[in-house]
């Protein structure tokens, strides 16, 4: 049988009230990011210092990435609104958008990001996660079939060639998987890095992540949903996990790998599975990570849907988690609190574009 493959105007099909797409959620989206992508305060910090020459602030340390709170954040922000300038490209936000990643992307600024990367002491900065996000926004600039962008992505060439290289390094010396729900998690970076891998036929990269992938989870068997979530998740380990194996599987092996995996995924629509995580508090920013939790969990869902084959009956169950899950996601993007605005439009954008697939 074939497995399902869905396009970005299909998904919208299958998930047609709550898809989340078209012009009105994009331009909010891109606004959350443009209002924190150069906003230098506050400032969360990952950064180790080897002596007082190194206390200064972040548009001096990392000039690329010093906004939306974290270098990460700021990585995916990036990422956001070039994603949402090459699929839109008459968008009324574009002009801005563009305007803004040019004001990031210059040699001079890219330089000095390197140079702190390979700063001593460093050798773990923003890895995987940050890392991760890195590859994905040079993957989108590669893919994006216009002048200005090429320029871009030869701007930031050396650093993803940087991030690379440290998978390259790491991966071989990383004996167990990391299962958290937050930064640390190893599925979700591997899928990231994947993807980057095929986008620019980095074919060492490709067969060490595939390689590792299967040592780390393709005898896994009877995950449980009853330890999840954590209540600062971001990202579910057992999903993440499930959303990597269909990257690397071919889809037999996969739906053989999967029924293993979650033998408790029902083959019932009607019964209640995976119920969307509840946030008590928006304004706590390690409370508000269960909105992402919320969005990761959809598109990984959605990813899973894609790697069973038609006429599985476990898709019903899937699709309607993924239904509920998107809802509850898409729903909490407002940026009322700075504590999840800064962050939540790229996960929402990554969801609704489709772009893991």
């Known amino acids: 049988m074939k497995p399902l493959v869905f396009s970005i105007l299909q998904l919208a099909c299958v998930f047609p009230a709550v898809a989340g797409g078209g012009d009105e959620s994009y331009e909010r989206f891109a606004r959350l990011a443009l209002e924190c992508l150069h906003r230098e305060y506050p400032n969360k910090l990952a950064h180790v210092l080897q002596g007082d020459r190194d206390a200064k602030p972040p548009r001096e340390l990392t000039p690329v990435f010093f906004g939306c709170f974290d270098w990460h954040s700021a990585v995916h922000g990036h990422w956001l609104l070039a994603r949402l300038c090459r699929l839109n490209p008459g968008a009324a936000y574009t002009a801005e958008a563009r305007a803004a990643l040019a004001s990031s992307f210059t040699a001079a600024r890219a330089r000095r990001e390197v ?168 304004s706590d920013g390690k409370l508000a990570h269960l909105d992402g939790l919320n969005l990761s969990r959809a598109w990984m869902l959605e990813g899973m849907l894609r790697g069973l084959p038609v006429g599985d009956k476990r898709i019903p169950a899937l699709r309607k988690a993924a239904l509920n899950h998107r809802k509850a996601g898409l729903a909490a993007v407002t940026g009322e609190h700075y504590e999840g605005g800064h962050w939540l439009g790229s996960f929402a954008v990554y969801l609704v574009t489709a772009r893991g697939f």
């Open 115 to 282: 140079e702190y990367l390979k700063g001593k002491g460093r050798a773990g900065f923003e890895r995987p996660y940050g890392l991760a996000w890195l590859l994905q926004l040079h993957a989108e600039l590669v893919e994006w079939d216009d002048p200005q962008a090429r320029k871009w992505r030869r701007v930031l060439d050396p650093l993803a060639a940087e991030s690379a290289a440290r998978f390259k390094a790491w991966l071989p010396k990383l004996s167990h998987p990391a299962r958290t729900g937050e930064h640390s998690q190893s599925a979700f970076a591997l899928g990231l890095v994947l993807d980057w891998a095929r986008t620019t036929n980095d074919s060492e990269l490709e067969a060490l992540v595939t390689r590792r992938a299967l040592d780390y989870y393709g005898n896994d068997k009877g995950w449980s949903f009853s330890f999840e979530p954590g209540g600062q998740d971001f990202l579910s380990p057992g999903l993440a996990e499930a959303d990597l194996m269909r990257r690397v599987m071919k889809p037999g092996v996969y739906t053989r790998w999967l029924t293993g995996f979650l033998p408790a995924l029902p083959s019932d629509a009607a019964k209640t599975w995976l119920k969307p995580a509840v946030v008590t508090d928006r």
